[in-house]
């Protein structure tokens, strides 16, 4: 599905394979991304509204409406089990909902966000900063901000936990990968492309990252070591 407003009743049962009795209202501004939980019973849109949802994903009820944010939300990630979600929003907060009740758990002052990601068992929220050059690591149960990684000096496009979660990739428009430790925020060791690069990728097994930028799509293939992966 592409950004816009909120699926059609057509969109909908294309999506579910088959009709539903009752078509989702939409938000008033565009939608900027969606999530569906991991057990596919319910799903969540962000919108330039300012609001983010929760959406019955058999019937398209709406669940809840998460109305705290002031700007623009354009990131949402659900947690593994599905218990919570994230939504991040250009009021410069992240926020942890319950997904059972739509309730505000935490809010992360964070100043600015681009993107967030979920860490394999759902202990830690990484988030990024395209404008301040940083990733910082959160506790995802107290909402309390664990560190911060190394900066990124010309800005933070991508990045990726290891199905592990023993390691953290991130991109930036240097051309620059690094590997951190998201335990402590340590570089384990960096490599680097001749373009600007806005994405990456783990292999299920974990023993290859993608990396996709403006020259293309890079491969790097890890063998770990006791001092971090090679």
Same mark, same amino acid.
């Not at 990726?160 to 590997?179: E, K, N, W, Y």
């Given at each position: 599905?592409?950004?816009?407003?909120?699926? %059609?009743? /057509?969109?909908?049962?294309?999506?579910? *394979?088959?009709?539903?009795?009752? %078509?989702?209202?939409?938000?008033?501004?565009?939608?900027?991304?969606?999530? &569906?939980?991991?057990?596919?019973?319910?799903?969540?849109?962000?919108?330039?509204?300012?609001?983010?949802? !929760?959406?019955?994903?058999? =019937? +398209?009820?709406?669940?809840?409406?998460?109305?705290?944010?002031?700007?623009?939300?354009?990131?949402? @990630?659900?947690?593994?089990?599905?218990?919570?979600?994230?939504?991040?929003?250009?009021?410069?907060?992240?926020? #942890?909902?319950?997904?059972?009740?739509?309730?505000?758990?935490?809010?992360?002052? #964070?100043?600015?966000?681009?993107?967030?990601? &979920?860490?394999?068992? *759902? /202990?830690?929220?990484?988030?990024?900063?395209?404008?301040?050059? =940083?990733?910082?690591?959160?506790?995802? #149960?107290?909402?309390?901000?664990?560190?911060?990684?190394?900066?990124?000096?010309? +800005? @933070?496009? +991508?990045?990726?936990?290891?199905?592990? +979660?023993?390691?953290? /990739?991130?991109?930036?428009?240097?051309? %620059? !990968?690094?590997?951190?430790?998201?335990?402590?925020?340590?570089?384990? =060791?960096?490599?680097?492309?001749?373009?600007?690069?806005?994405?990456?990728?783990?292999?299920?097994?974990?023993?290859?990252?993608?990396?996709? *930028?403006?020259?293309?799509?890079?491969?790097?293939?890890?063998?770990?070591?006791?001092? *971090?992966?090679?």
């Amino acid at each position: 599905m592409v950004p816009g407003r909120v699926p %059609t009743r /057509a969109a909908w049962r294309a999506w579910r *394979g088959c009709e539903v009795p009752q %078509t989702p209202s939409a938000h008033v501004g565009r939608v900027t991304t969606m999530v &569906v939980s991991p057990d596919g019973s319910w799903l969540a849109t962000a919108s330039r509204d300012g609001t983010a949802r !929760i959406w019955d994903a058999a =019937t +398209g009820q709406e669940l809840h409406i998460l109305t705290v944010h002031t700007a623009s939300v354009f990131a949402v @990630v659900v947690s593994p089990d599905g218990s919570w979600l994230a939504t991040a929003s250009r009021d410069g907060t992240a926020r #942890i909902w319950d997904a059972a009740t739509g309730q505000e758990l935490h809010t992360l002052d #964070i100043f600015a966000v681009d993107a967030m990601v &979920v860490s394999p068992d *759902g /202990a830690w929220i990484a988030t990024t900063s395209f404008r301040t050059d =940083t990733m910082r690591i959160w506790d995802a #149960i107290t909402g309390q901000e664990l560190r911060t990684l190394t900066r990124h000096p010309y +800005g @933070v496009t +991508g990045t990726a936990f290891s199905p592990d +979660g023993t390691l953290l /990739a991130i991109t930036s428009v240097d051309g %620059t !990968i690094r590997i951190c430790s998201p335990e402590t925020g340590l570089t384990l =060791t960096m490599m680097r492309t001749d373009s600007p690069l806005l994405s990456c990728a783990w292999t299920p097994d974990g023993r290859c990252l993608l990396v996709g *930028g403006l020259e293309g799509i890079f491969g790097y293939t890890f063998r770990l070591a006791s001092n *971090g992966p090679h």
